[in-house]
């Protein structure tokens, strides 16, 4: 693993385990290295609750709970495919963040509307915050586009635990007693 790999982990682990926040991955043409560069830190335990490993379409369905219409509409690298790969990681795992990402990492099955390299991810959290990024890598070599996925799949993870910290909910103050006041 590289030190950028090992430095975002650590630091997305170090701010999960302060803000008591659980995390899935769902994960196709990285075939688990999110979750292996998570785990890779200690007390990791803490904030890791699993990962979901879904390289092809019956695994997404299956696991994860990706329509069969979308799949065949948009196909198993897309947007669409990566946001129903989220939820359905957030909804099987009852975490708080979940990271999907589905891409083509080469040598080979590219097409001209979707090269190598191209990579889209989808984080969400329980709180119904998510986003989404498509990254267009080319044709840098399988092991790069996994490794660079990685990062950015790492990195969103790390933005949303960021948001859903500032986000959390606090507890009203309680009244002033009324004790020592005289009655009108």
Known sequence: MNDDVIATAGALIKLCTERKLTIATAESCTGGLVAGALTD?????????????????????????????????????????AEAMARGALTKAKVDLAVAITGIAGPGGGSPDKPVGLVHFAAASR???????????????????????????????????????TAKPRKPAKPASAKGRKKP
């Open 127 to 165: 709180d119904g915050t998510s986003m989404h990024a498509a990254m267009r890598y080319g044709d840098i070599g399988r092991t790069e586009v996994r490794h660079k996925s990685v990062l950015q799949a790492l990195r969103m993870l790390m933005e949303l635990a960021e948001a859903k910290t």
């Open 41 to 81: 830190i200690a007390g990791s335990s803490a904030v890791v609750d699993r990962g979901f490993v879904t390289y092809s379409n019956n695994a997404k369905q299956q696991m994860l709970g990706v329509p069969v219409a979308t799949l065949k509409k948009y196909g198993a690298v897309s947007r669409q495919t």
